[in-house]
Structures are given as C-alpha cells and as structure tokens.
C-alpha cells in the first residue's frame, strides 16, 4: 500500500480517531468526579484493605451546623459579590453598547485586562486598604473625621464580596456588553414614538429585554463567586470566615487529625448538587435570552442614547471602578512591598523604603515556579483546543449516537466547582492510578486538571466557531474527493484560527494566574508562581508575597499586551 | 586533591569545634568517623535535600542558603537545599502521612514539628528510626534523642503570647489579661491553638478550666494567624497572638525595628522542643540526616540562632539556656512539652479538637 493511499485511509479514519479521543478525554473528566462521589461513601485512608462503605460521611456532614453556616456564607458572599459585579459590569457595559461615551475601546480594553489581575493580588491589597486597624482608608477617615473606630472593615462577608465582586465585574461586563449588542432595537424605538422618557425606555423596555440574558450572566457570575478559592482564603481565612472553598481545603488540611477525604467528598457533592442545578437553571435562562436577540438579517442599529451632561458622571463611574478595582490595591501592594512591615504612610515609613523583599526573594524557587507556569501556559490552551476541536466536531458535524452526551461532559467542569476536581484528581493520581500512571506531584497532573477546568470555556468557543462554518463547505470538499480530515484540515481550521488565537492566548493567561487547582496539587517538584505567592503569604512573609505578586503582575504585562493588540485586531475589544 | 584535602581540613576542624564544645566525654576530637564518612558519601551521591516550613522558621528560603553553604564548606559536600515555603508543619505531615498510605514518595526528606503535630501520628511508623548517635558520638547526645532515634530535638522554644508593645492597651502579665475589654476585638489565636492545647493536661490547667478559657478567648479574638505569621503582629493587624509557639520571632522583629515584645505568661510557662524526623518514604534520606546532623554542631546551632533566634538550651554556650535559667531566676516555672510527655497524657488529644473548632469557629 503506497504512503498516498495509507494517509488517505487515516484521512477517512479521523471521525473514528476523534470519536476516541472524545471518549478518552470525556473519562479523564468524569474519573474525578467519580473517585469524590467514591469516596463520600467510604470510611477509612483510600487505598486501606480496611475501607468500608457508610453513609456516616453525609450524617456527619450534615450534622454539623458549621456545614450549614458555611453554606449560608458563601451564599451571602456569593450574592454580594454579585451584586457588586452587576452594579458596576451592567451599567459599564450599556456605556459601552447603547450609549456616546467616547473612550468605549478603552472601556472594553480596561475590562478585559482587569478580568486577567489575579484576584488574590487584589484582595491582599484591600486588606491593606481596609482593614479595620491597619487599612489606610479606615485610618484617613478616623483622621478626617475624627471617628472612634473604623468605619468600614474588609473581614466581613460584606467586604469579601466586596472584593470578589470587583473582581467579576469585567466578566459581568463583558457577558451583559452582548446581551445589549444583540437586543432588538425596535421596541425601544417604538416606546419612545409613543412618548417614553430615556429613562422609562431603560427601565420598561431595556432592562426587561435584557433581562433574561443579565439573570443568564448573574447565575454565571454567582456560579464562579460560589467556587472561589483566592478571595476568600486571603481575607477570609485568618477572621474565621469559610467559604465552601476554604472550609472544603480546611476539613482535607485538618490540624488534629489525618486529613478525612470521606468528608471532604462528602462536601464536595453537596457542591455538586448545588453546581448542577445553578446550570440547569443558566441553560434554561440561555435558551430564553435567545428569543430575544436580534437573529434577522434586517438592517440593525443598535439606537444610542446621547448622554449629553451626563458625560463627565459616566466618566466617574469609569474612573471610579478602575481606581477601587484596580489601581488603589495594586498601589498599596506596591507600597507594602517596599516596607520591612506594613506600615500606614508617614515619614518613619518612607525612611524604611527598600527593594529588600524583593532582593530576599527565593528567586530559585521563584524561577522554578515561572518555569513550570510558563510550560502549563503553552501546554496547556493547546491541548485544550485540540480537545475542543474534537469535542466540537463529534457533537456539531458527526452523527454518532449519544454525541449530545459529550457536549454535557464538556461543560461539567464549568458546572462543578474546580476544586472539586482538584481533590478528584488528587485522590485519583494518589490511591487509583498511582502505579499505572505516576504523576502525583508532577506539572503533568497539573496539565491535566488545567485542561479539563478549561475545556468548558473553549468547547463554548469552537462550538460557536464551527457553528457560523455551514457544514456544506467540508461537504464539497467531500464531494470534490477529499478525506473528512481533508475537509477539517483545509477548510474549518483556517477559518476557526482566528476564534483558536484568540481563545489561546485567553486560557494561556488564565493559567499564569490559576490559584485554586495548583493549591490543591501542588508539591515541591511542581510549584506554579501563584502556589509561591500564596505560600508567602500564608508562610508569613506579607512583603514577600506582595512583593512576588508584584513582580507578577510585571510579568503578565507582555502577555496582556500581547492579548490586548490580538484581540483588537480581531475587532473583539472595539466597540 | 588539594580541594579535598581542605574541605577535610575543614571538617576536622568543625566536628573538632562541636565535640570541644560539648565538654565531658566528647571533649576529645575524634577523627571523622566512619559512619559519617559514609552518610556524607550517600548524602553527596543523593545531591539534595528537600525542606519545607515557614519564612520565619530557621530563616525561611534565606536561611536554607546560608545553611546549604555552611553545610557544604564545614562538611565538604555539594548538596542543594530545595526549600519551599509551607503550610503548617501539621500539614506537611498530613500530606506526607497521605503519601506514605499511597506509596508514594514523600514531598519532603524533613518533618518539623512539635509535640502537637509529632505525637498524633508516631502511632503510623512513618519515621525512618535513625542511630544519630554514631554520626557524632558525644555530639548528639541521648537527651536529644526521643523514640528509638525517630525523632531528634534540634531546637527549644519558649510558648508564650507575643504582642505589639507600642499598641498594646496595656502591659500583660498573665493569660486572663487577654480577656480583659481592652483587648477585644484586637488579638489572635492560632488555628491550631498552640499552647493553649498544653493547658489541657491535669497537671497543667486541666479540661475544664481550659475550655472555659479558651471559649472566653474566642470571642475575644478578631481572627487566627499561624506562629510563623509574627508581621501581623508587628503591623498593628492584630495587637497580639494568644498563644505562640516560640515567642522567639518577637526578637527577629524586633532586629528589624518592629515594636513587638514576648510575654511569658507565669501561669502557663511552656517549654517545648522542636524536632526533625525522617520519613521512611524520604527522596533524600541520608542528605536529612545529614543536614539534621549539621544543625546539632555548634556552628549549626549558631545558625539557627542567627536566623531563628533559638537553640536547643541545653548544648553547651546556647543562648536559650541563658534565658531559660534568667526565667527561672524569676520564678517562672517551665511545662517542659515532650512528644513522650504528650504521649502521656491522651486527655490533651481528647479535646484538643474541640479547641480547635472553638477558636476556629466565629460566633
């Protein structure tokens, strides 16, 4: 058989190829999940001849009072953090999508950066903003206004949501931005023939038009707060507040006793049941939001409403999220790094102005860790999007049975908390496959946990990709004596390398700043940069780890300019 | 040759030095013998030795570097120290402990800790039990030595309750200052009440006073901190940590111009030891043992000293024997913490989880 002939058999072969590995990937997702819903039901070290099966997990679990007031925290939090995520990501995105406000590239530029800021760089900088004793703000406003005690503290649900929420508020905007871009401006149009105000229009017409699509985004949005790891753990963790996050690494890292992985499995599926009917309830409100977008091929222009006066306010709104999101808490981790101990501003402080922490750095360690980081970033969106793309096409161009059963593991990862997958994998790489497959405390496991917490995200992206490619371009392709890899090969991946770059380099950023799964995994041989900034900081080097963090966010700043440039190529941060 | 030559010079020397220092029967230097020639040997072969715990404990990734150096020109070995900055030593051994039931190997060659974090999984067999006697005879002597060799005192601390001297409310002399109103709301506890766990032996404070106390603290407290986390201390975030492990971070913070003070409480003085063990499921048993030998020289004592202001107190020239016996010049009488001593009294491990959960617990 010549070569010609045997390329052209693995050319017809690739559905089957792709439909392995779909399978194979859709075991790697699921086995984790599998060992924790496992393990709620035993008893006993996995691995021990004496494992026994009990429900004592669950009793235990539930209990606990602590279990229930855990849960009803991180719902506080998680509805706080979205409350302040939608204050400031709705009204940021209609500037953007519906009004005149002139700087709109730079709305969205600066909204999709903030989304990159690693959220426990922020909330390391809030502390020292707010806190109720040494938080610089609380302390200017105790001097300007003579107060007894400090009017605001950051250890609270409140000011953890606060800080999360500040943290979401890019994605709120940028999931809200397309809800506006795609309402039918008609309606709007028609109301105000008959007499609405500006204001009547938002309220009446807007906002009810939008609406499914912002309750779409809020459950999202209240999905990612309730799996939150970094937020809570900075500021949460030393004032005895747990999330479901923090409490969940607490019961696995117990201080008096073995770690007890039953409970904590046991934890985890209550997440799980709580995680799967969040989705239901977000792909049910998708299908809804899409009845009322603009889906016709008439003439649409999105009416703008003229702010006028009302200009500068819009800038202030701008201006103000930038500086309580962004650059107050960045400044102040600066500051702090340059300090032997946090101290308030005043000549004292300045004196001891040094590089110190940033010259005692344990730069082996530190370089090992940018190492390992920048090998999962490259690895990492790669094989996400090779998956993806398999993914994708078994669900959208294949006809295998059961190919919509694929689609719903692909999105499991987003459904289930990440942490969650994290101890699978952990217990999974530790007591199940621990011979077969040696990659406990390796980058390897780290790759492989990384590629499943994406896959949702990028099967999301080329679904949508492949979608807005009619199947009958592969089909003449077919027609004209090509194979089924001759047809995806040349046709559907150069016109999908635009949507694969741009969510690439997406995930690639991700990953530099993935806390939660890398926590969870970590060992020596395998430390991500910030594993090593969390562990400063919880190792007791505050400067340290601010300094860490900042030499961090140094280090993302060419890749995000990078992203910044591509994106705006592709026209995706342009209004 | 003529290297090698030195670095044996060097050796000489340095071993000379600790068996000098160490008076009595070790007071005559002996040649390196050859249960150490065999473990540098094995050590150098290994090429690493894998640390972890805190930034303040023995100097944090600084200190590894200044210990890795010493360690090599005293020894003449290339050994790397791979230091990570940790969790909690109680996690370290979990996580080692979960390593060893999955067969695999540990993450760590060294496990530090204390009584509290030791004695819960002596029962596991998860120390490799080592003869730490034949590396330097007269030099590790059997008062260092707990369980068979599985364990080995490198260090004392001194528990106490460390505080910010310029914001403190006022001047503590004893435990139940803490509860006073002053205090609320602007002092922490540990997640794992160090300390406060030792009061729970009969001979001590006893079950029910210590609940009671340590119930009362709990909703005194603004939050926790581990030992190692000292800055908080110095920064004003909290205004003291009732109680702490060592109390010696307050003189590190002190060197670098931070107003914090140690109180040694007359009514639950605690001394306790830090100790290293091996993991029989270490990648790099011999260079641990090795580096644990190297810390029980004087110049490795001094080291410690130097990055974590503390010894052990009973090695000849130790600076925490100075204070101990300057303590006890002022009637402070110790509780010295053993693991065999914790072993002893299975009441502490009985309801040291309900302390836990109390002060781990916000109301």
Redesign the interface.
Known sequence: MSLSSRLRDLGEAMPAIMLVVVAGASVVVVCPLAVVLWLSWTNG????PDLTYTAQNFVEVFSDA?TFAVLLDTIDFSLIALAVALAFGIPAAWLAERTDFPAKSLLFTLMAVGLLIPGFAAAMGWLFLL????GLLNQLLMSSFHLAGPPLSI?SIAGMGWVQGLNLAPLAFIMTAAVFRSLDPTLEEAAQMHGADGFTVLRRITVRLAWPGILAAAIYIFMTAFAAFDVPAIIG?????FTFTTYLY?LL???????RYGLGAALSTVAMVIAALMSAWYGAMQRRSRRFAVVTGRAYRPKIVRLGRRRPAAWCFVGGYFVLGKVLPIALLGWSSLL????LPSARAVA?ISLAHYL???WQ?VLTALWNTSVLAVLTPSLTLVLSLAFSWIVLRSKFPGRAAFDFIAFLPHAVPSIVFGVGALLLT??VI??AL?I??TVWILLIVFTIARLSYATRMTNSGLIQIHPELEESALISGGTAWDAFARISLPLLAPTLLYAWLWIALLIFRELTLAVILS???N?TFPV?VW??W???????ASALAVVMLLTMTPMIAIYWLLARRQGLLAS | MASYSRRQWLLRVALATALLFNGGAAAVAQEINPALKELIAAANREGAVTLSWSQSTLGGSQGAARFQAAMNKALGTNIRINFLPGPDMARVINQVATESAAGQKAHVDILLGAAPQIAPVVKLNLFEPVDWAQYLPGGITPNMIELDGRIIRIVTGLSGVTYNARLAPMKPAVLDDFLKAEWKGKIASTPYAAGLDVLLAEDVWGKQKTVAYVQALSRQIAGVMRCGETERVATGEYLGLVMDCTGQDALLWQEKGAPVAQLMPLDAAQQRYYYFAVPKNAQHPNAAKLFTVFLLTPEGQRLAYETWKIDLHFMPGSRMGAMIADYRKRDVKFKEVTVQWWSEHPEIDATRSELIKILTTKE
Request: charged share 15%; no cysteine.
């Open positions: 070290s996995p691995g021990d602590r806190h109720p004793r040494i250890n963790w030393g004032n005895r507040i607490l890292n117990p201080q008096d006793s073995l770690p032997p101990f946090f101290q001891t005692s750095l344990p360690l530790l007591f621990q011979r040696p406990y405390g060992t020596a041989d430390l090593v562990s400063l919880l190792g007791g080097g505050l400067g340290q």
